[in-house]
């Protein structure tokens, strides 16, 4: 059972935009950054977002994070067909004393 | 540009220990946190645990009495041991570098930013 929770899927048709959030606790979102990543089908995950907002330099800036106390959330607006992904956040807890990550959130385009 | 490759055995038997290497290529392992991540079939990720650049290392609790990481700064390469293995430990195992520092005071800041592709480890007699 994650630390983290996350909600196990989310969709979106084409254009749209696609909020997915991640709460977690005081040890880990609430005093470290978040990060998220995407994992594509049969691929290794790559990062999307680290320190709770800032994209990589590849990352197209559809895709944005925010955090508010506990939680974080990553946007995806205009959405892709190329978006459809598991999507995972992560943060180090100071309670484990470790990295912890969220179920992940399959994210569908209709 | 840093790239990072798996290897292993792929296939092992319950109680066996399994190791894995990960070899870091286009880069230095100086400055930077060197991860073990595994995925079992059809579930998320796991951390399994870190070796850093001056060699402290750190482990998933869960996992830390079976797991030792090593690193060989000579052949820019870090490994795995995971020992008494069960069907349990069948997963995609991939290796990942990480950055570790502080975020404005006490916040943590913990990201992993260049992935191995993974390899599968199976558990089978």
């Known amino acids: 059972q994650s630390v983290l929770t996350q909600p196990p899927s989310a969709s979106g048709s084409p254009g749209q935009r696609v909020t997915i959030s991640c709460s977690g606790s005081?040890?880990?979102?609430?005093?470290?950054?978040a990060n998220w990543y995407q994992q594509l089908p049969g691929t290794a995950p790559r990062l999307l977002i680290y320190r709770d907002n800032q994209r990589p330099s590849r990352v197209p800036d559809r895709f944005s994070g925010s955090k508010s106390g506990t939680s974080a959330s990553l946007a995806i607006s205009g959405l892709q067909s190329e978006d459809e992904a598991d999507y995972y956040c992560a943060a180090w807890d100071d309670s484990l004393n470790g990295q912890v990550f969220g179920p992940g959130t399959k994210v569908t385009v209709l | 540009q840093v790239q990072l490759q798996e290897s292993g055995p792929g296939l092992v038997k319950p109680s066996d220990t399994v190791s894995l290497t990960c070899t870091v290529s286009g880069g230095s392992i100086s400055g930077f946190y060197w991860n073990w991540i595994r995925q079992p079939p059809g579930k998320g990720l796991e951390w399994i645990g870190y070796?850093?650049?001056?060699?402290?290392?750190k482990y998933n609790p869960s996992l830390e009495s079976r797991v030792t990481i090593s690193l060989d700064t000579s052949k820019n390469q870090f490994s795995l041991r995971l020992s008494s293995v069960t069907a349990a430990d069948t997963a995609v195992y991939y290796c990942a570098r990480a950055h570790f520092g502080y975020n404005f005071g006490p916040a943590y800041y913990y990201y992993m930013d260049v992935w191995g592709r993974g390899t599968t480890v199976s558990v089978s007699s």
């Open positions: 005081r040890s880990n979102i609430g005093s470290n950054t």
């Open positions: 070796i850093s650049y001056t060699e402290s290392t």
